[in-house]
């Protein structure tokens, strides 16, 4: 600015808005996503099987944190990866601004709340994004487990665990003549034999939670940086970088396919969840992460365009030339 002072803004309902409106959602995503994921509060649907089902009959790989990607792997870096990122983004923006021509023509001012708070465009958007980001992680776990409530679909290895006596369901061996099941079993206590908690476990496999947070975390950075990173004299580095970002979660979807603990149905439909829960956050909440320019702004804005055509309005010619006529009338 001219005057060397910065721009201010002032705002008294951000604070409370902050407080009671998004901490509030926040929270309740965040409860949600609990209930589905550590109580009974949403029973699974028990969906049945066919008997000698080779679909489902394939070893137990064990626990999960047994497996070559545990969630104690996952978790923390669908978590920390993007939290770094857009803390290194915008602490970069920050003390390394672009050059006036490559930045947004609406700047963020400066937010005055009261006699002591001030909320600095980089602060804000700080928070912004991360807390976008935090509310689709929760989301994309409520999506994944509501899927696999509602839906019960057993995971490769759920007859390893059931271990469902086939002389009392009924099951007739199977013959060579006549190969793959042919009796579908309902019955609620065919699992009576196995350890309910990985029964439990066996049923939830529709889609894959593990592939829908990394699909969400990677697309949401990837989208992150390409729109906020900017790169001179290469037009190789953000593309690599973002093929180097979905690398560790197509790996995450074959390890879960090459264990039995899920099928590509689960880990295609978990990536589906994740990418497009992350495009729509970025796309329509926190708008590509820009600036927005106000309506008015963006339907008037002839700034750089030169000057604006005019349009000779043949009733207006009328009008001069009757008035031009009634003048020298007057005048004679």
């Known amino acids: 600015m001219a005057s060397g002072r910065p721009d201010l803004k002032r705002s008294f309902s951000i604070i409370p808005c902050f407080i009671f409106v998004e901490s509030v959602l926040l929270g309740a995503v965040v409860l949600l996503a609990y209930r589905l994921e550590y109580t009974d509060t949403f029973p699974v649907h028990m969906q049945g099987f066919f008997c000698y089902d080779s679909t489902y009959a394939k070893p137990y790989p064990g626990p999960e944190a047994t497996s070559r990607v545990p969630p104690a792997l996952i978790y923390p870096l669908v978590t920390a990866g993007p939290a770094i990122t857009i803390l290194f983004g915008e602490l970069a923006r920050a003390f390394f601004p672009a050059p006036t021509s490559t930045v947004p023509a609406l700047r963020e001012k400066t937010i005055v709340c009261g006699d002591c708070c001030r909320f600095s465009p980089a602060l804000r958007r700080l928070v912004r994004f ?54 579908y079993v309902t019955d609620q206590g065919a699992c009576a034999a196995g350890n309910p908690a990985l029964v ?32 001179k004299g ?32 689960d ?19 926190v708008n590509k992460f820009q600036s927005r320019v106000p309506l008015c702004q963006r339907a008037f ?22 008035s031009c006529r009634a003048v020298l009338v007057g005048a004679t």
């Not at 037009?235 to 603990?261: D, M, N, W």
Request: charged letters at 10%; a positive charge; one cysteine or more.
């Open 130 to 183: 991360l807390g976008v980001y935090s509310f689709g992680l929760f989301t994309t776990s409520i999506f994944a487990n509501a899927g696999q409530v509602v839906t019960g679909n057993p995971t490769p290895h759920f007859l390893s665990v059931c271990h469902p006596n086939y002389t009392a369901l009924g099951c007739p061996p199977p013959a060579t003549d006549k190969p793959g099941p042919d009796r």
């Open 200 to 231: 439990a476990a066996a049923r939830r496999a529709f889609p894959c939670k593990d592939a829908a947070l990394c699909a969400f975390a990677v697309t949401y950075t990837a989208m992150y940086v390409t729109l906020v990173f900017r790169v």
């Open 234 to 265: 290469s037009r190789l580095v953000k593309p690599s970088l973002c093929l180097a970002l979905l690398c560790p979660a197509f790996l995450v979807g074959v390890v879960r396919v090459a264990e039995y603990r899920n099928h590509w149905s």
């Open 267 to 285: 880990v295609l439909a978990g990536f589906l969840t994740g990418t497009a829960i992350a495009t729509f956050l970025v796309t329509c909440v």
């Open 301 to 322: 804005r002839w700034e750089g365009l030169g000057p604006v055509p005019a349009i000779e309005n043949p009733l207006e010619k009328l009008n001069s030339a009757q």
